[in-house]
């Protein structure tokens, strides 16, 4: 699960990790009274204005139809009353949102953190992740702050540390040092940043984070460490152990059809393609996919109904998947193990008697327990349903639907 | 010869007398597989399905000699029951659970190293050898008893492949399922190299997805000490990147983990890689009958 950037600095003040505080607004009038907040608070005209979505890079993305970036610089309160005007209601088109973008339906309106000091200010890289291979924790980390990370790895690799984490142990101190001493740091920066990196990582760990980016991870001039942006991604397996973190899921940020399929308890992706499909098991719903690819269609959908195939998930799978105008088949292939096919070839049947009106091809293979009477079972149902039993045959019946 | 399970081992379900537990406990007796026993915290003393019902994996381990472990415990509980089989001296610890907590599995994982416990799974369907044992929830009746060895992250892409090179005229010796979680006990190369050290096994089938190293691993370990031949398929071909699909593990990171990278490694070690799901049957017999 996504968190916004407030959503995740929030969490992170409550493990002692300093942030670029601000307040999160819907309207207008809420940024400009955090506008005077703020300025009264710092002592400074300059405030930050920062669209909230699930999506990075925003700086440099615009609000679809202007040249309005998705964070700026206020100077007044008429700055930000503009800014906000632009900014709120908008839809943001960044590197990572794709063409559609996303609406905009909070501003975040921040403290300036690039003010003057005696030294001068850095901006540094720093994330913890999980390493697979290795089945620990890693901290990595670069100089090169601010930048696509993946460039800087793949242009430089030499400006990329990391530190991996002993499994149920915190962060050692020496490796805290080790981090603050490759950034270059000394002096109060240093100490400031030992306890940055030690916090962050109780943070990542006692929050279940999948993963949690600090870029830039910046030193003010007056040589504190703060979170300037923060992406926090939290494992959606772990949610049952914190609800406070679950409750702040924003739902206008994700998929409105995906929201609903999970309350089937189905696992549903959206995709572009023209063949709509629904499958049991993850593995064999993605292979099914690359089957529909192959026999000349496009996937429009990863679908995974679980070990309950029946009359109600096939129906709501279905109904899903109709709801995409762009698809022209529907291929049903559901391997049965423990789940015997004829159940489901009758929960086929239901569904379609209930829904009424489908007027594209829809193609079921069903294989395993009681197969054969499950192709029996559809053929003399008397609906537009083509059965197959082996794989091979349900991808010469695709392709033939969508040629 | 076989490989992890076969007829003498003995066999302890964690979170035996749950709903899942039960229920599959009941089709691996059913099968033929020797199941010695269950354990549910607090109904130790008690028998269930005609099986003693232990306390604790160490009582198991103690009166009924059990050796293999499968655990059916939910999500929040399951990193402790692998840890408990682990100190118990279970030998084979087959993990089914889906949805553990990944940082769970980052203890779990690390308590293994020094014992002599082997984690298969979490998030799998298990292991089976043909008419010997089956320690999992595959449907024991699409395995028919061949000289074909199948390593796979999916457990329907699993009967797929037992259901076509059943179709095929072959059969299966031993089918891991090891898994679709960011973190497993047996990785693809572990499974490939225990199969390939089988003398019952002729060729091996082996199913990865996207996501993460594991297959290109294997291909590499394949590339240097294979002895048989191998049929590889991995799915996720037509998956966009950076979504999850389905599986927690199944995600495409970076440009290494796509379905093409990882086939474009697995030819280049030898790997006789089949586009199509619907192909893994019959091309294995073709590699076979050389």
Request: one cysteine or more; hydrophobic letters at 45%; proline letters at 3%.
């Amino acid at each position: 699960m996504n968190l916004h950037e407030y959503q995740a600095k929030a969490l992170l003040q409550k493990f002692d990790v300093p942030v670029q505080e601000g307040v999160a607004c819907t309207t207008v009038e809420e940024a400009v009274n955090a506008y005077y907040e703020i300025s009264k608070a710092t002592n400074s005209k300059f405030a930050v204005v920062k669209a909230q979505i699930h999506a990075g890079g925003r700086g440099k993305g615009k609000i679809k139809g202007t040249e309005q970036r998705g964070v700026q610089v206020a100077k007044s309160a008429d700055d930000v009353k503009t800014i906000a005007t632009n900014l709120l209601g908008g839809t943001l088109i960044t590197i990572q949102t794709g063409e559609h973008g996303k609406v905009v339906n909070k501003i975040f309106v921040a403290k300036d953190a690039y003010y003057s000091g005696p030294s001068e200010t850095k901006e540094f890289y720093l994330s913890i992740l999980l390493d697979r291979a290795k089945g620990e924790n890693v901290v990595m980390y670069s100089t090169e702050g601010g930048m696509d990370i993946e460039e800087v790895a793949h242009n430089t690799p030499e400006k990329i540390f990391k530190e991996w984490v002993q499994p149920g142990a915190p962060l050692a101190a020496f490796q805290a040092r080790k981090i603050a001493f490759n950034l270059g740091l000394s002096g109060d920066a240093f100490k400031s940043c030992v306890k940055f990196v030690s916090n962050l990582y109780k943070a990542y760990v006692d929050l279940d984070c999948a993963m949690l980016e600090i870029n830039p991870l910046f030193k003010t001039a007056d040589d504190k460490i703060i979170a300037v942006d923060c992406k926090m991604n939290i494992d959606d397996s772990a949610l049952m152990r914190h609800p406070d973190v679950e409750a702040l899921r924003d739902f206008a940020e994700e998929d409105a059809t995906e929201v609903e399929a999970g309350k089937f308890n189905l696992n549903f992706v959206k995709l572009d393609g023209n063949v709509g499909c629904m499958v049991n098991g993850a593995g064999l719903a993605m292979a099914t996919m690359d089957m529909i690819k192959l026999s000349g269609g496009e996937p429009a959908n990863f679908l995974d109904v679980g070990g309950t195939a029946n009359a109600t998930t096939v129906e709501a799978g279905f109904r899903i998947i109709l709801r995409d105008k762009n698809v022209k088949a529907i291929l049903v292939n559901i391997f049965g193990g423990i789940v015997r096919c004829d159940r489901v070839a009758q929960g086929v049947v239901d569904a379609y008697k209930n829904i009424g009106e489908i007027n594209i091809p829809i193609i079921v293979r069903l294989q395993g327990t009681n197969a054969e009477a499950a192709k029996d079972l559809i053929e003399k149902s008397g609906l537009k349903v083509e059965s197959a039993i082996q794989l091979e045959e349900a991808a010469a019946l695709v392709k033939k639907a969508v040629s | 010869m076989s490989v992890l399970v076969n007829k003498n081992s003995k066999i302890v379900v964690q979170g035996f007398t749950g709903k899942e537990g039960s229920f599959h406990a009941e089709q691996m007796i059913a099968y033929g597989t020797n199941v010695v026993g269950g354990v549910t915290p607090g109904k130790g003393g008690t028998t269930h399905l005609d099986r003693p019902v232990f306390n604790t994996v160490a009582d198991a381990v103690k009166t009924a000699g059990a050796n293999v472990s499968i655990i059916f415990v939910p999500p929040a509980f399951a990193a402790d029951g692998i840890m408990e089989a682990a100190d118990a001296g279970i030998e084979l610890i087959v993990c089914i659970t889906e949805g553990i907590p990944v940082q769970d599995m980052v203890k779990a994982k690390n308590y293994l190293v020094g014992r002599k416990a082997r984690l298969i799974g979490p998030n799998c369907p298990g292991v089976i050898t043909t008419d010997e044992a089956k320690v999992g929830i595959m449907p024991g009746f699409i395995f028919k008893k061949g000289t074909v060895g199948i390593v796979s992250k999916s457990g329907t892409l699993t009967y797929e492949a037992a259901d076509q090179v059943a179709k095929a005229g072959l059969g299966v010796t031993t089918a891991i399922g090891i898994g679709g979680d960011p973190i497993i006990g047996t990785t693809t190369k572990e499974a490939v190299e225990l199969l390939m050290n089988d003398p019952e096994t002729k060729g091996i089938v082996m199913i990865g997805e996207i996501g993460g190293g594991m297959e290109a691993e294997a291909a590499r370990w394949i590339k240097a000490n294979g002895t048989k031949p191998v049929v590889g398929f991995i799915a996720g071909q037509t998956a966009p990147p950076g979504r999850r699909m389905g599986h927690a593990g199944a995600i495409v990171g970076g440009a290494d983990d796509t379905a093409a990278a990882k086939m474009k490694i697995m030819r280049e070690c030898g790997i006789t890689v089949v586009d199509s799901p619907a192909d893994i049957g019959k091309t294995m017999a073709k590699v076979l009958n050389k």
